[in-house]
């Protein structure tokens, strides 16, 4: 069993910046990808950003360029650095790690962004 815990969000103002961590800990084995999904009120889970176990990033088109992906191996943790919030970005974000192809999700942390 893997362990997931998420730390980091909170309330900003439009135009700030959040840092949002996810430690992984228990049963890790070998780790495939972490990443970042984030959720609104209403609309589905989709995802944010992911870095696979050889550093290869991706992210979503409407985060490129404001947000940045990172990964600790030595400590299992994965970070999220949002930079130029918008209103949109508002969400619950869930941190998602890929464990020889089982997926494991943290219990959230919200987003809000404040015009």
């Known amino acids: 069993q893997v362990q997931l815990a998420e730390s980091g969000g909170g309330l900003v103002q439009a135009g700030g910046s959040l840092r949002l961590s996810c430690a992984a800990s228990?049963?890790?084995?070998?780790?495939?990808?972490m990443g970042w999904f984030r959720q609104a009120p209403g609309k589905q889970r989709v995802v944010v950003a992911v870095?696979?176990?050889?550093?290869?990033?991706m992210y979503a088109d409407s985060v490129k360029g404001r947000f940045t992906i990172s990964r600790d191996n030595a400590r299992d943790t994965v970070y999220l650095q949002m930079n130029s919030l918008k209103l949109e970005d508002t969400a619950v974000y869930y941190c998602?790690?890929?464990?020889?192809?089982?997926?494991?999700w943290g219990q959230g942390t919200q987003v809000t962004v404040s015009s």
């Open positions: 228990g049963s890790i084995g070998s780790i495939n990808a």
């Open positions: 870095i696979r176990s050889g550093g290869r990033t």
């Open positions: 998602h790690v890929d464990v020889l192809g089982a997926d494991y």
